[in-house]
């Protein structure tokens, strides 16, 4: 090729027909190396996607640790290779608990500061600081001791350092927590505790619930109420100290028991008898739902303070008698036993009977007071028919609950001429002749006459004093005496009762729907809501009034002469 026709070659590839320049091969590979913002960006994210990565890692691995510890400490650890033993965690320490009936049991687990010494006298003091607690492993095997008591029988048993608890639980585990009972029994506030509610391990399992039974103080050492009592305290207040006992449990369960499965948001107060009266007081606290959402009432007291607290520690005043002291220091540090025993005999319960002429109410003693602190205010100033409560609450009792082996006894057949005797040696003889012809003239019948008027009316009316309250009476009877005894309720839901006939059988079953639909759902069921009073024989039927409650309360006999405690 000649050099005049390369040259025109270059100047083909070079320029256009109008000589205007094109892009050579070289030119376009010159291009490519220069960055576009496109590129350039994409570069910058390969630069920096080794470190976050590598940021995105350490991240994620510190979350799997964090979860990791906060999960670790609530693992069910078992103890044994077999099972037999576990452990739970509590505010105060680990607790190692046994397997029975399968279920776990915790028992004697200390929830309060013991209160003994300096502390007698005094409301329950919570374990707030690490020295107040245990070292390792609390060993939770052995069943809590009682308060330092005085029984039916006159037999003082217990001790004074008693401030532990009982947990049942079906599981020990964190998912799915379960409602939570707690078991406040006593048969009276000086005594007989904690009669019939003691937690079944088959029945958590069976009913799928949390049970807690937490000891309290009694009589003189639980309730004593005195002028120079308050004076050594701050604020100036006595008396209650088995109520603040309660509620020091209720805190406990409410900071513990998600460690022993139970769900601190459905916690039910359950009373029986004394017990009874002092779970219905718990509605009357500042603050009670803080401590537990619903609350139910078995044959307990329809009477609560209505006397001044001045009034009422210089009533006391005679107990500084009876022991010999004249301040404080000599009180606190007297045996426990002494002053259980000190109590003179008319601040006991009674007997229970027909009312006689020369009874006088109002000059019963009462244990619980309105110490400000606790009871700030009077019951009826807090319950009215026209103001909720803070807690659900259902209030019951049975239709024999007076009946007694004593009672039964004083005969060895109670014919119909001895039961006419009977009531004409009352003041219930004076509300006119139709008093003979209102009960069968037998044992059942005079006992179901002395129940109604000194519990179960009383208490009907106490529930028609509050807003939205169910009242339930018991009257399927057992036993020979053919009566629905101050029992028949409790040993129902704890499973306790043996029924022997079919009658029975479906008695059994209607009170554990009634209670434990309660406990799961917080209510009773819808058809029954606004009754006056749910009649619980074979089944649960609502009524509009029992008995002869409306009579009783028409002659002024209820709830004049109402139980105390």
């Not at 329809?302 to 500084?320: C, E, I, T, W």
Request: hydrophobic share 40%.
């Amino acid at each position: 090729m000649s050099a005049i026709e390369m040259d025109t070659i270059k100047t083909k590839v070079k320029t256009n027909e109008d000589n205007t320049k094109i892009s050579t091969c070289d030119n376009s590979i010159i291009d490519r190396t220069k960055p576009s913002k496109v590129s350039e960006y994409i570069n910058r994210i390969n630069t920096y996607k080794v470190p976050i990565g590598a940021s995105l890692c350490f991240s994620l691995a510190i979350i799997i640790i964090i979860v990791i510890s906060i999960m670790g400490h609530k693992e069910v650890m078992i103890a044994s290779e077999d099972g037999s033993k576990v452990f739970a965690h509590t505010s105060c320490g680990r607790v190692e608990g046994l397997m029975e009936d399968s279920s776990f049991t915790f028992r004697g687990i200390p929830f309060a500061r013991p209160p003994i010494g300096e502390l007698r006298f005094r409301f329950a003091q919570p374990l707030d600081r690490i020295q107040y607690c245990w070292n390792g492993t609390f060993i939770a095997h052995n069943d809590s001791g009682l308060c330092l008591q005085i029984l039916a029988n006159g037999t003082t048993v217990g001790k004074e350092d008693c401030l532990t608890l009982d947990v049942v639980t079906p599981y020990v585990r964190y998912d799915n927590p379960l409602p939570v009972i707690v078991l406040i029994g006593s048969e009276t506030l000086m005594g007989g505790s904690p009669g019939k509610l003691r937690p079944s391990a088959r029945y958590a399992r069976s009913r799928d619930v949390v049970f807690v039974r937490p000891n309290f103080r009694l009589g003189a050492l639980g309730f004593l109420s005195l002028d120079i009592l308050a004076e050594s305290d701050y604020p100036k207040t006595s008396g209650n100290y088995g109520l603040s006992d309660i509620v020091a449990a209720l805190n406990w369960v409410q900071l513990n028991i998600e460690h022993f499965g139970g769900n601190k948001h459905a916690v039910t107060v359950f009373g029986h008898r004394a017990g009874a009266t002092l779970v219905t007081a718990l509605t009357a606290i500042q603050g009670a739902g803080k401590y537990f959402v619903r609350a139910w009432a078995s044959s307990g007291s329809a009477v609560y303070p209505k006397r001044d607290a001045r009034q009422q520690q210089s009533d006391n005043r005679s107990f500084l008698d009876a022991v010999r002291c004249e301040n404080v220091e000599c009180l606190r540090d007297m045996d426990a036993e002494m002053l259980v025993k000190a109590v003179e005999d008319t601040w006991r319960k009674p007997f229970l009977d027909l009312p006689l002429a020369d009874e006088k109410p109002q000059d019963r003693h009462q244990w619980l007071v309105v110490d400000g602190r606790l009871l700030k205010s009077y019951t009826e100033e807090i319950w009215n028919p026209d103001t909720d409560l803070p807690v659900n609450l259902i209030i019951g009792t049975t239709a024999h609950s007076s009946s007694s082996e004593k009672l039964l006894m004083k005969h060895k057949h109670w014919t119909e001429e001895l039961v006419k005797q009977h009531i004409q040696q009352s003041v219930v003889s004076s509300t006119g002749e139709g008093v003979f012809t209102m009960y069968d003239l037998n044992y059942e019948g005079l006992s179901r006459m002395i129940s109604d008027i000194r519990i179960v009316c009383p208490l009907l009316d106490l529930s028609r004093r509050l807003k939205s309250v169910p009242f339930y009476v018991v009257t399927q009877t057992r036993f020979a005496e053919c009566v629905a005894d101050v029992d028949s309720d409790v040993d129902a839901i704890l499973g306790r009762y043996e029924p022997r006939t079919p009658e029975q059988r479906r008695y059994f079953s209607a009170m554990q729907g009634l209670f434990y639909h309660y406990v799961w759902d917080g209510n009773i069921e819808q058809n029954m809501i606004g009754q006056r009073a749910l009649i619980v024989g074979q089944d649960v039927l609502p009524n509009s009034s029992y008995s002869w409650c409306d009579y009783w309360t028409l002659k002024n006999v209820v709830p004049k002469y109402a139980v105390l405690d």
